[in-house]
């Protein structure tokens, strides 16, 4: 399976400060994206980084990819108490169409 | 701005009873995708679809279930014969064309409660 596996499992911070979440997959991709999910609701999409990228920016976020570890980061800097969500990395193989998903991290952030 | 949508939002049903899940993915997007979220626990990919056929399924996507676009807006998913374990959050979710896997659009997702 090529699913990616986060950790932690869950993270608790305060306002302000950095919050990363890492993401390991088990077979060569094609690009790994980041989903952020608050509590019963669907799906977002914060970021895709290619296989062939090492680090890419938006916003607060900043994501890495090491294809020779076979993972990823996430790093959501000056968190805010609307940070408070679910996070997912997903991967896209090669061949495939599917996107896998991980078990992702429950980051909760308090004011 | 173009967004997925899900009906219904949550539905109740016996064990046993055929279930159909309805999505309107957005209007220029050809890749197609039904996924489950067991309650807590992660996204789980059912099924992909484009032109008509399915592209890549699971080991969950089995004989009790069935995809189904019957028109050109609609994207469905039928489970023939509920079982306890179906009970889930099911999203539907839509991509352009394009040889890679890129950003999704999810729903909100549609609530299956099998009793």
């Known amino acids: 399976s090529q699913q990616g596996e986060e950790d932690p499992q869950a993270l608790s911070i305060q306002e302000g400060e950095n919050a990363t979440m890492n993401c390991s997959y088990k077979?060569?991709?094609?690009?790994l994206q980041w989903y952020r999910q608050n509590s019963g609701r669907g799906l977002v999409h914060l970021i895709l980084?290619?296989?062939?990228?090492r680090e890419k920016h938006s916003g607060r976020l900043r994501v890495t990819l090491d294809t020779s570890k076979k993972s990823s980061s996430l790093l959501i800097t000056a968190s805010r108490a609307a940070d408070t969500a679910s996070y997912f990395c997903?991967?896209?193989?090669?061949?495939?169409?599917?996107?896998?998903f991980g078990k992702g991290t429950t980051l909760s952030v308090s004011s | 701005e173009p967004e997925v949508t899900q009906t219904p939002s949550h539905q109740v049903t016996q064990m046993g009873q055929e279930v159909i899940l309805r999505c309107v993915p957005i209007?220029?997007?050809?890749?197609f995708y039904w996924y489950r979220q067991i309650l807590g626990q992660k996204v789980e990919f059912l099924v992909s679809?484009?032109?008509?056929?399915?592209?890549?399924k699971s080991e969950i996507f089995d004989d009790q279930f069935s995809v189904e676009r019957p028109d050109g807006s609609n994207f469905t998913l039928k489970i023939r014969s509920t079982k306890l374990e179906d009970s889930a959050m099911y999203f539907c979710?839509?991509?352009?064309?394009?040889?890679?896997?890129?950003?999704?659009?999810f729903g909100e997702g549609s609530r299956l409660t099998v009793l």
């Open positions: 077979t060569s991709i094609n690009n």
């Open positions: 679809f484009y032109n008509n056929e399915i592209s890549e």
């Open positions: 980084i290619r296989s062939n990228e």
């Open positions: 209007s220029n997007h050809l890749y």
């Open positions: 997903a991967t896209a193989d090669q061949a495939g169409t599917a996107l896998i």
């Open positions: 979710a839509s991509r352009v064309a394009g040889g890679n896997t890129g950003e999704l659009f």
